[in-house]
């Protein structure tokens, strides 16, 4: 069945679902979750992966996607080597259950890897994307996707679909302007989910300065309400973490920066849902806003 199953998702495949005919995840209410805030290097991969992990410890089935397609680290970080990639679900080399790889309790790692290929028309691979997604996520409380730096249009599309936005920065000006400008893309593709902001690397009260200006920002020159969902400080645990290849929360549970993952999770989790069937919600969302897609839809 598995394999029927890939065939018939590969790119070019004869008979391949359109965008409209992708299946609904049966019954899945996936939660999904991008971690996104434009800079690079300013923590995004070790928040979604304990983010996960932390979802994980309190019971839940949680998809933990690398949507970094050009430098995919989450396995480094995890110090496993996954067989498979969504780009091989794509491409019909395995079925969209092989590519998921148990690497913590409740835990299962969706690899980047190589995506989007001049091979392929944008709208094809979305297609393939889509329907490979739709089979991975049922059965799945939640979806933390880690997104690459910038504000790429594949990025965007991520964002713009996901239920939750979170924005991470620090408190220098350059990650905290490029958080905005990532809020301003959001806002001005009508993003409708709820956009909530963790400062990385800052104590409590530089945290909640770092939050206050781009709030004003936010409020003043979007209109937009966003969230302080927690504050992490700059913690020599998460160095070793990374050092041992182990998620931060696991190794060191007891670090400061583990308490600002936990309140991130507590943030996400007490959020409720604003849709009945959030995983049908998100995928129709990422057929609507996934580049070169949109007009297919549209009609
Ligand atoms: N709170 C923290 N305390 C100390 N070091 C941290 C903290 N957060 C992140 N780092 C360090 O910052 C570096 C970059 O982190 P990470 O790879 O998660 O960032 P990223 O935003 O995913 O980067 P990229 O844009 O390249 O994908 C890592 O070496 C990590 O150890
Ligand atoms: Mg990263």
């Not at 001005?188 to 690397?201: I, L, S």
């Amino acid at each position: 069945m598995f394999r029927d199953q890939a065939s018939a998702l590969r790119l070019g495949a004869e008979g391949a679902p359109s965008l409209s005919a992708v299946r609904d995840p049966d019954g899945a209410a996936t939660r999904t979750v991008a971690v996104s805030g434009g800079k690079g290097g300013v923590g995004k991969s070790n928040i979604s992966l304990n983010l996960a992990a932390y979802l994980g410890e309190l019971g839940h089935e949680v998809i933990l996607l690398d949507t970094d397609f050009g430098l995919p680290n989450l396995d480094v970080l995890l110090g496993c080597i996954p067989n498979q990639s969504i780009g091989d679900v794509m491409r019909g080399r395995c079925a969209p259950d092989e590519a998921l790889s148990p690497v913590m309790p409740g835990v299962r790692l969706l690899a980047g890897g190589e995506l989007w290929s001049e091979e392929y028309s944008h709208r094809e691979q979305a297609r393939a994307l889509l329907s490979a997604l739709s089979v991975q996520m049922a059965g799945a409380d939640y979806m933390i996707m880690d997104t690459q730096a910038g504000r790429a249009p594949a990025v965007m599309g991520l964002l713009m679909a996901s239920e939750m936005a979170v924005m991470v920065t620090t408190p220098e000006p350059p990650a905290l302007m490029d958080c905005y400008r990532t809020i301003k893309g959001l806002c001005r593709g009508g993003f409708e989910g709820e956009v909530g902001v963790v400062v990385n690397r800052a104590a409590d009260r530089e945290a909640k300065r770092t939050f206050g200006q781009l709030e004003h920002m936010v409020r003043s020159f979007l209109f937009r309400r966003i969230r302080l969902l927690t504050w992490i400080p700059d913690d020599p645990a998460v160095g070793r973490a990374v050092q041992q290849q182990i998620p931060l929360i696991r190794g060191f549970p007891d670090s400061r920066a583990s308490q600002g993952i936990r309140r991130l999770g507590e943030a996400v989790t007490g959020e409720p849902t604003r849709s009945r069937n959030p995983a049908r919600a998100f995928l129709r969302r990422l057929a609507k806003h996934m580049p070169g897609v949109g007009a297919e839809e549209g009609g």
